[in-house]
């Protein structure tokens, strides 16, 4: 069923290929340019009407200036051909620097919005996007807009104008002459249209490409050691080659309609051309060698502007794609806030009851009624083997996940009728794959709250977790920066870091997520230090891959397959012989 559902949710999006409701949909984002907008179609139109007076002084240059001989439009034509030079000039550089400043503003908008709505977005979201994906479209899909609304719409509205400039001077010239454009016209105009929805639809292919593509490079990155491990350096460079050259052949399809669209456009012109050329042989028709000159000529400039519409219409259509596509996005729904109760600190009381909760990705239940408490203070162990749904309880009590069966309490209050701000305030997690940020050990630790701690209090915090000693080490103590994921720190420092982190906040509920599970017994030994002084006083959710260190918790869950299937303390499941026994005996695979 959800199979179908997201099939029509596809295909309601590729229906969607009317350029008009998309770009209405851009709309918004530039109507408030609208001044600066105006001013820049102006001096477009400006542009245009130079260009097409150039070739409209022909026919006086022809017929008055030599053919005539007037001498005096001869001395003023310098200056009107100066005159004009100089307004195509200043209009050119005025329509490229406003256009360009409202592009970049139009893009500046757009990409702060999408970074929001990924930083509000559920966990749900990500579970079932890649992030090389995401990335492509907050990086390739943005500067594709940029181009429909400068390069692609300076093109447009000047060449337009060009066009419609080179229509009326042909016509006044020679009306006879210029009837080969009502040929003409419908015949370009249906090619554009053709080619636009063959465009749209290669834009939509060469994103879903490039978003491969930066999928590949994203897992080629944080795999690197897995790969040159496992001497999987030619699969590697072989599944790279593939999404590559898939690109590659979308580009080229792109360009080959582009460029097969400009021969066929001149190819018509031509036969524009020799119809002007058949007419003007016709000595009823009495025209004069500069109307002929200038309908001649401008019949030629139409091969330029008719030629870059047809060009840009590729970039246009795909920045048309990539506004569909990120607007599509805007419309997935984020994360829900409706609580409203705002709490400066819970005890820590914690009631799961009755909890089913299914994946929107699975058909099965993840959980199934669930129930149990922890009061203020206590440590409860979760236990169980792999996928039987520890880390999904421990994801559900900061909402990372809602669930739709049961309800989940802290001091008697549903978590969903407090406000996300206040639920998260309350919990602390240390997980095993800890994530630092690119910054300094002190900000890390500060995280969240940067300039909200003294120095003092962060330098507490490290000396409780045991990360004071080795950082002071370093050359630049706290204000040493840790790299991407802290990938200049060890396995245990980064997670004494995290726990210098969670010892800061002080929340009163901790959640462990096989916090020791990574490290050696040398920097276990230091990290269980370390989270024994954070579990003091607080409400703790342990998750342990080595029942070895939750011996001594008060109550120990036995999870399986979803399923509460034994509870007690250590001694006590130990006498049951049940499954805990099993797996703490090493009879069950963990």
Known sequence: MK???????????????????????????????????????????????????????????????????????LMMAPFYIFGLVLLRSIANYGYSFFLSLVSTEIVLKIRQRLFN???????????????????????????????S???????????????CGLFYTMFVNSWQLSLSLLIITPIVIGLITFISIKFRKLAKRMQNSMGSVTMSVEQMLKGHREIILFGAQDEESKNFDKVNNKFRRDGMRLVSISALSTPIVQLIISFAIA??????SNPDLNITPGQFTVVFSSLVALMQPIKSLTSVNADFQKGMAACQTLFAIFEQPIEEDNGKLNIDRVNGK???????????????????????SVESGKTVALVGRSGS????????????????????????????????????DQIGLVSQNVHLFNDTIANNIAYGNIGKYSQKQIDKAAKEANAYDFIMKMEKGFDTVVGESGILLSGGQRQR???????????????????????????????????????????????????????????????????????????????????????????LAY
Not at 23 to 28: A, D, G, Q, Y
């Open 3 to 73: 199979k179908n559902d997201n099939q029509l949710i596809d295909n309601d999006l590729d229906r969607d290929s009317s350029t008009w409701k998309t770009f209405s949909k851009l709309w918004p984002y530039i109507s408030k340019h609208k001044f600066t907008l105006l001013l820049s179609i102006l001096l477009l139109i400006l542009s245009a009407f130079a260009d097409t007076s150039l070739i409209g002084l022909l026919q006086p240059l022809l017929d008055k200036g030599f053919v005539e001989n007037d001498q005096n439009f």
């Open 117 to 147: 709505h990924f930083v509000d977005a559920p966990v749900s979201f990500f579970d079932q996007n890649s992030t090389g994906r995401l990335l492509s479209r907050i990086t390739y899909d943005t500067d594709q807009v940029a181009s």
């Open 149 to 163: 609304s400068s390069d692609a719409l300076i093109t447009i509205v000047r060449e337009s104008a060009f066009i």
């Open 275 to 280: 119809f002007v050329l058949l007419m003007a």
């Open 350 to 372: 914690i009631d799961f009851k009755h909890v089913t909760f299914t994946y929107e990705t699975r058909q099965e239940p993840a959980l199934q009624d669930i129930s149990f």
């Open 389 to 424: 749904g520890k880390t999904t309880i421990a994801s559900l009590l900061p909402r990372f996940y809602d669930i739709i069966q049961g309800e989940i309490l802290i001091d008697n209050y549903n978590i969903k009728d407090l406000t996300l701000h206040c639920l998260r």
């Open 497 to 587: 870091i995290a726990i210098a982190r969670a010892l800061l906040r002080d929340t009163p509920i901790l959640i462990l997520d096989e916090a020791t599970s990574a490290l050696d017994t040398e920097s276990e030994k230091a990290i269980q230090k370390a989270l024994d002084e954070l579990q003091k006083g607080r409400t703790s959710i342990v998750i342990a891959h080595r029942l070895s260190t939750i011996e001594n918790a008060d109550e120990i869950l036995v999870i399986d397959n979803g399923h509460i299937v034994e509870h007690g303390n250590h001694q006590e499941l130990l006498l049951k012989d049940g499954l805990y026994a099993k797996l703490y005996k090493g009879k």
